[in-house]
């Protein structure tokens, strides 16, 4: 009984969970590249001379992470839904009322906590990198940004590293909210396989068993960059 | 509708559901707490086979989403109804307050067993030894020295873990438990009034500050002693 | 007003002041050297003599006062940087060795010395690379070019810094306390590097305690003491003949150390 409930094909659900954990990859892959380049720039803030931006990259990084990821996606999907909604009566009042595409909201929702917690690994992280490498590279008559660009950055991963890996499985651990919003990620093909089989226990816990599948695997590559990062650092 | 109008209608709604949010958060963080100590003990010093134990359930529960976990709970025990209800459990898992309840002392109890391992590790051998040099039983050495120490250690991390705790209980809503999140829903549900987003939001900053705060205030009485050596 | 730069000089510094907060550590050092000099830079810890010669290469930006090198001359305002490129350029012509040898941790031995040539010099990478060998091997440290530096000995990781700061080709070499943070078997190694470089006739600036080589490599040595020159000469004169009570009392007592 159990193989035809996973099988692939018509009867089982196999193809339609592999759907929706090709989905969940998907929006956490999304989100990381947009989630970093934004906790850059956070970073970036909270590291200025300026205290306008300071306090701007302290607000940023405080509100994003003392709110429930869920309310993020909740503000980020109703609010741009209801946003597109204005302009497109405004200028094209025949469409009528659409939704904003789920994908996208999930991406901007996830991308915007990452970019929290991120900020303040980066943070972290730059101020971990040891003056005497500046230092070292000021001596010899780098530029500024020569010393960012050929100390700092390459040297940033190996502090961020570990705690950009905690993060990455949180972001695959937070698509499954996006369910709610009506994506068709991972949870909510299970969700459909529930309410067809009336077997909630045994899709939810196989659900549990993939995402558990991916945070281990992705531990796994986690385990083997850190290894490569500190290469040369750590006495062999 | 004015920010005042909006509030004065919305506020005591919210802070209904913030109550609960409050109750779900103390309940499930507490009640973690009772069973937090004991595991850590057994992950560090148990036999092999608890240990393994110990480590595979963490390990879930780090690797899943609550919200899966909330789920596989409060609609999977729906697949053992009968038997639930032959033990009597059924009218238990019936409440999705309830379900709430337990997926986060789960939840928590596993986070908070690591942290305390860590702590326990933490603490100076020296100081153990020293304890057992005096002839402290192994029940003394651990009430008198290691886990007050390593409660010390652990205190910032613990609370960090509340806050999460606390954050991710906005997950309830999802079950129909009408905690601030649930209750933001409800709201905008009826009025599509976003403005309501925003009041929740600055609630659950509120409660994290105060707590915040508070935890600061007990961390300051745990490390009274050390105090001196920090320098003024 | 202090008196206007001889003409012979490599590198000069001015009336340098360096304040850090209310307490001035520098209170006017001006110090030349000219072609081949090998300049020891003596003091007790606080006299400010790392502080003086990490305003030599403005890692440390003076209050005031004037550092010239090859006559392009960096005035001090204020504690204020003028010109940013002046200065990288300034750092180009002086080569310096850390305490801490700062080696950058994610490179190579090779690409460490290699940097500043391909990076700074903007020099091809195989003629750099070249250049790398050759300093590696003449620091000993032939062997080790693909190795990280947290695989070294200290005092290898020093002698790569050597080869580091000699790749830039400098017309000085700065040596902050080059064998202080060495463990005492390792410090033979870097000195003996140290000696040949000066016997090779390369302008250096010291700051060590180590006063065999002050006494015996170098051609001049200066003694600091609270921020100002106490004693100022060649190393035979110093030594035997010591002007000053400050400076009688720091060499009889690091005399003692050594016996």
Same mark, same amino acid.
């Given at each position: ?24 990859? +998907? ?54 839904? *209801? ?28 991308? *915007? ?8 690994? *980066? ?26 660009? +050929? ?6 991963? +190996? ?28 949870? +909510? ?48 | ?24 958060? &103390? ?91 860590? &702590? ?61 999140? &649930? ?47 920090? &320098?003024? | ?39 020891? $830079? ?186 100002? $020159? ?30």
């Amino acid at each position: 009984m159990m193989e035809t409930l996973f099988s692939y094909g018509p009867q089982g659900w196999g193809d339609e969970l592999l759907a929706g954990v090709w989905v969940t990859l +998907r929006l956490a892959a999304a989100t990381l590249p947009v989630g970093l380049l934004l906790g850059f720039v956070v970073a970036a803030a909270s590291l200025s001379r300026r205290p306008v931006l300071r306090a701007m990259g302290w607000g940023y990084t405080t509100v994003m992470r003392g709110m429930p990821e869920i309310l993020t996606l909740f503000i980020v999907y109703n609010g741009l839904g *209801l946003g597109l909604n204005r302009l497109l009566d405004h200028f094209a009042p025949q469409i009528g009322a659409v939704d904003f595409p789920p994908f996208a909201a999930g991406v901007i929702a996830l991308a *915007l906590v990452f970019a929290a917690f991120a900020a303040e690994v *980066l943070r972290g992280a730059f101020q971990a990198v040891p003056e005497g490498q500046v230092l070292a590279g000021l001596a010899i008559g780098m530029t500024g940004r020569q010393v960012f660009w +050929r100390i700092k950055l390459p040297q940033l991963w +190996r502090f961020a590293l570990p705690g950009m890996g905690n993060l990455w499985l949180n972001l695959l651990k937070d698509t499954a909210l996006v369910s709610v919003i009506a994506l068709d990620d991972l949870m +909510r093909a299970t969700k459909v396989a529930v309410g067809v089989t009336k077997q909630p226990f045994t899709f939810y816990l196989a659900a549990c068993l993939i995402y558990w599948g991916l945070c281990l695997g992705s531990e796994l590559v986690l385990t083997r960059l850190e290894a490569r990062a500190n290469r040369g650092v750590r006495r062999a | 509708m004015s920010l005042i109008e909006s509030l004065s209608t919305n506020l005591p709604k919210l802070l209904d559901g913030a109550e609960t949010t409050l109750i779900l958060t &103390g309940l499930g963080a507490a009640l973690a707490a009772v069973f937090s100590p004991g595991l850590a003990l057994i992950r560090l010093f148990g036999p092999t086979p608890a240990k393994m134990l110990l480590r595979a359930y963490i390990s879930f529960v780090r690797g899943t989403p609550l919200l899966a976990q909330l789920f596989l709970v409060f609609y999977g025990s729906g697949q053992f109804r009968a038997e639930l209800t032959g033990l009597g459990l059924w009218s238990f898992f019936r409440d999705p307050f309830n379900c709430a309840v337990l997926v986060f002392v789960i939840n928590s109890c596993a986070y908070q067993t690591e942290i305390l391992r860590g &702590g326990i590790e933490a603490v100076p051998p020296g100081e153990i030894e020293a304890a057992r040099a005096i002839g402290m039983t192994r029940a003394r050495v651990l009430a008198r020295v290691i886990f007050p120490h390593a409660y010390r250690i652990a205190w910032p991390a613990l609370g960090n873990e509340v806050i999460l705790l606390m954050k991710a209980s906005a997950l309830a809503s999802i079950v129909t438990v009408f905690d601030l999140m &649930g209750r933001t829903r409800q709201i905008f549900s009826r009025s599509f009034e976003f403005s309501v987003y925003f009041e929740a939001a600055a609630l659950y900053l509120l409660i994290t500050v105060v707590f915040v705060f508070l935890w600061r205030q007990i961390e300051r009485r745990l490390t009274r002693h050390m105090r001196r050596t920090q &320098g003024s | 007003m202090p008196p206007k730069i001889a003409t012979d000089l490599v590198l000069s510094a001015q009336d340098i002041h360096k304040s850090f907060g209310a307490q001035e550590v520098l209170k006017g050092i001006t110090l030349g050297a000219r072609n081949h000099d090998v300049i020891s $830079i003596l003091g007790t810890s606080g006299s400010g003599k790392s502080t003086f010669l990490r305003c030599l290469n403005c890692l440390e930006v003076p209050n005031s006062g004037s550092v010239a090198v090859h006559g392009e001359e960096i005035v001090f305002r204020n504690g204020r940087i003028g010109d940013q490129r002046q200065i990288e350029r300034l750092r180009r012509h002086l080569g310096m060795v850390f305490q801490q040898f700062n080696l950058w941790t994610h490179r190579t031995v090779l690409e460490n010395v290699m940097e500043g040539p391909v990076q700074v010099k903007r020099m091809p990478k195989a003629e750099a690379r070249d250049l790398a060998e050759g300093l590696l091997a003449r620091v000993g440290l032939a062997d080790r070019m693909g190795h990280y530096p947290a695989m070294l000995s200290g005092g290898q990781q020093q002698r790569v810094a050597i080869a580091r700061a000699l790749a830039m080709e400098p017309d000085v070499i700065l040596f902050d306390e080059p064998t202080s943070a060495l463990d005492p078997e390792l410090v033979g190694e870097v000195l003996k590097v140290m000696q040949d470089l000066a016997a090779e006739g390369r302008t250096m600036i010291v700051v060590t305690h180590e006063m065999a080589f002050a006494r015996d490599v170098s051609t001049e040595v200066v003694f600091l003491n609270e921020g100002r $020159i106490a004693e100022q000469g060649p190393p035979e004169k110093l030594f035997d003949h010591p002007e000053t009570e400050v400076f009688a009392r720091f060499i009889s007592k690091t005399r003692r150390d050594f016996a």
